[in-house]
Nanobody
Framework: QVQLVESGGGLVQAGGSLRLSCAAS????????MGWFRQAIGKEREFVAT????????YYVDSVKGRFTIFRDNVKNTVYLQMNSLEPEDTAVYYCAAKRTSYTPYYYTNFNAYDYWGQGTQVTVSS
């Protein structure tokens, strides 16, 4: 069982930056691929970024490439999403998710693949 707690959301002006954190409980965090998803009001949950168990492989949705960076610290059991050059279209509730991968090098973009989810953190970008 893994529990995920997101933090770092807030209100920021367009062009600003935020860093989201997702702290995971449990001793096998390094065995999990992690993902960030977001859901804006009236829209479906959308994949944002994913990282494999070691941090060596990452993947992003096109709309955030070059602006967002996902990385992890397996000692601190935490995954991060550094968000730069934020745009009003980035406004959403951001969720982190974990999928056990038994130390295989895969990452996952489909929300149905994930086993555990956090409660979400609100990001609001004003124009």
């Amino acid at each position: 069982q893994v529990q995920l707690v997101e933090s770092g959301g807030g209100l920021v002006q367009a062009g600003g930056s935020l860093r989201l954190s997702c702290a995971a409980s449990g001793r096998t965090f390094s065995d999990y691929a992690m993902g960030w998803f977001r859901q804006a009001i009236g829209k479906e949950r959308e994949f944002v970024a994913t990282i494999n168990y070691s941090g060596a492989r990452t993947y992003y949705v096109d709309s955030v490439k070059g602006r967002f960076t996902i990385f992890r610290d397996n000692v601190k059991n935490t995954v991060y999403l550094q968000m730069n050059s934020l745009e009003p279209e980035d406004t959403a509730v951001y969720y982190c998710a974990a999928k056990r991968t038994s130390y295989t090098p895969y990452y996952y973009t489909n929300f149905n693949a994930y086993d555990y989810w956090g409660q979400g953190t609100q990001v609001t970008v004003s124009s």
